[in-house]
């Protein structure tokens, strides 16, 4: 929760500036953010003219607890566009508090960023779904996450009450399943439910989730996801079904299986985001 408004407002100010003073002046700064999940790891490597900052380095910034969560802003090219690039993200169950999670979302936002591309792994509950899969996300359920706009409104960046009816814009959607078609990817579509983690959901919750509709579970995204809507940004997102959901797979889930599936979609994961991204015009 935001607690103290005047300190976190100042946090994300000073991120923000940290990371404009950075970069070489006669650059651009991007306007597009890319969050790197699970399997993504390898965009990084065709980004051209890049630069990285270690979040250690950001003022007001967390570093990322998880191993293969490495911790680097990176800035560059992708496909003609200069993008940032978060290689490491935040999750609630390394013990940030959501507003912690997504500071960088308003760091991205008072540096000019429109779009925030977000990817994640995920559990996959979809009947035709299968590990490595990917599916687009169109909404998602947020009842088990703790507010990041909890506290103080920070009016600057958007009002008290915020609609969520088009969190996942819709023109981003549509790009995203052009851009499968065209690379002959399946790409799911579907509602991802946030957990808080970091255990995977029993076999009951998963039955309860998929009665609701879902089609994939996963610990991330949906914090990252309200701020930037909070914000006006534009969001778009894909999920790595990195394992079928407990109860539907047959075997006990483990951090291996989801990491090895998610490695398994990397070249089309990639393919998909940098053809999302060329064709992406603001
Ligand atoms: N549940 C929650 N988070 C996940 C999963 C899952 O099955 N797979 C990858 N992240």
Request: with cysteine.
């Amino acid at each position: 929760m935001i607690s103290d408004k005047d300190a976190y407002l100042n946090y994300v100010d000073s991120a923000a500036e940290y990371i404009r003073n950075a970069i070489p002046s006669g650059l651009e700064i991007p306007s597009v953010c890319i969050v790197l999940g699970s399997g993504l790891a390898p965009l990084a490597s065709e980004c051209t003219d890049t630069m990285s900052i270690s979040y250690a380095d950001i003022p007001g910034f967390p570093v990322s607890t998880v191993p293969g969560h490495e911790g680097r802003l990176i800035i560059g090219n992708l496909e003609g566009k200069r993008v940032f690039m978060m290689s490491g993200r935040f999750h609630y169950y390394e013990g940030y508090d959501t507003s912690l999670c997504t500071l960088y979302v308003r760091v991205m936002s008072k540096l000019g960023v429109k779009l925030l591309m977000l990817t994640n792994a995920a559990g996959g509950l979809l009947d035709d779904m299968n590990p490595a899969d990917l599916m687009v996300i169109e909404d998602h359920l947020s009842f088990f996450c703790d507010s990041p706009l909890r506290g103080p409104n920070l009016d600057e960046f958007g009002v008290r009450f915020p609609d969520q009816s088009f969190v996942y814009d819709k023109d981003c959607i549509e790009l995203l399943m052009k851009s499968a078609d065209e690379l002959g990817i399946r790409l799911h579509k579907g509602i991802y439910s946030y957990s808080k983690g970091p255990q995977y959901e029993t076999p009951a919750e998963i039955r309860a989730l998929k009665m609701l509709g879902v089609g994939a579970v996963g610990m991330s995204t949906v914090p990252e996801a309200i701020v930037a809507s909070h914000c006006g940004m534009k969001v778009a997102a894909v999920s790595c079904i990195s394992n079928l959901a407990a109860g539907i797979s047959k075997t006990a889930l483990t951090h291996e299986e989801v990491m090895e599936n998610a490695n398994k979609s990397s070249k089309s994961n990639c393919d998909l985001v940098k053809t999302f991204i060329k064709k992406w015009s603001y």
